[in-house]
């Protein structure tokens, strides 16, 4: 029946220090995904100062080209201000000749740097072969170096066994969006061929 004051709070504060020490790598330059990739592409990636103070003492930026199994290291030796960008190249180069998906990881190497999440970027990388023609694939033995992309992709490569999709034109296996089942909702995919160079081609024709 009384009411009192109730619950009180005084002299809160919340006390700290900045991080001033952190870099990372923020993106993948290059290569980009093209036809005729050689074993000597030039790999450059945005190396970001995300902490509160100037960088002057250098670190290893480094690059992988099979998940982190090896990496490329060399070193960054600029000065880069807080917040600041700078795109970094690589001047080992890498080789892309080989066709398949490369799993590509960068990582940042800095003494003492306080917030690690930020160091490393993974990256998916497709190398598409170029192919001469004529060219023929019923895609038995192999995907053929087809690469499924897009949004909310349902494709897949093998035996189809779906309801309406439950066999191949030729042999059992062929490219499918989902070999099981339905496509996925607010699907937008697409399957990207190997690389053909038709210039020397007359009335060249597609067939599926």
């Known amino acids: 029946s009384t009411e009192y004051g109730g619950w009180n709070i005084d002299n809160f504060a919340i006390t700290g220090d900045f991080i001033a020490a952190d870099v990372g790598v923020k993106a993948f330059v290059e290569p980009i995904s093209k036809c005729g990739l050689t074993n000597t592409?030039?790999?450059k990636v945005i190396v970001k100062n995300y902490g509160g103070a100037t960088v002057s003492t250098p670190f290893n930026v480094s690059y992988s080209l099979n998940g982190?199994?090896?990496?490329v290291n060399e070193s960054f030796t600029s000065s880069i201000a807080s917040e600041e960008e700078v795109e970094f190249t690589f001047t080992t180069k890498a080789d892309?000749?080989?066709?398949g998906l490369k799993s590509l990881v960068f990582k940042t190497g800095l003494t003492n740097d306080e917030d690690?999440?930020?160091?490393?970027l993974n990256a998916?990388?497709?190398?598409?072969?170029?192919?001469?023609?004529?060219y023929n694939t019923s895609f038995e033995s192999s995907a053929a170096y087809w690469?499924?992309?897009g949004h909310n992709s349902s494709w897949q490569w093998g035996v189809p066994k779906?309801?309406?999709?439950?066999?191949?034109?030729v042999g059992t296996k062929a490219w499918v969006t989902n070999?099981?089942?339905s496509y996925q909702n607010g699907e937008l995919s697409y399957l990207e061929s190997p690389c053909f160079d038709l210039s020397a081609a007359e009335y060249p024709v597609l067939a599926f």
């Open 41 to 43: 592409e030039t790999v």
């Open 68 to 71: 982190g199994a090896s990496f």
């Open 96 to 99: 892309f000749s080989l066709p």
């Open 116 to 120: 690690l999440s930020n160091n490393t």
């Open 124 to 134: 998916s990388f497709y190398v598409f072969p170029q192919v001469a023609f004529p």
């Open 147 to 149: 690469n499924a992309s």
């Open 162 to 169: 779906a309801t309406l999709i439950n066999k191949a034109s």
């Open 179 to 181: 070999l099981s089942a």
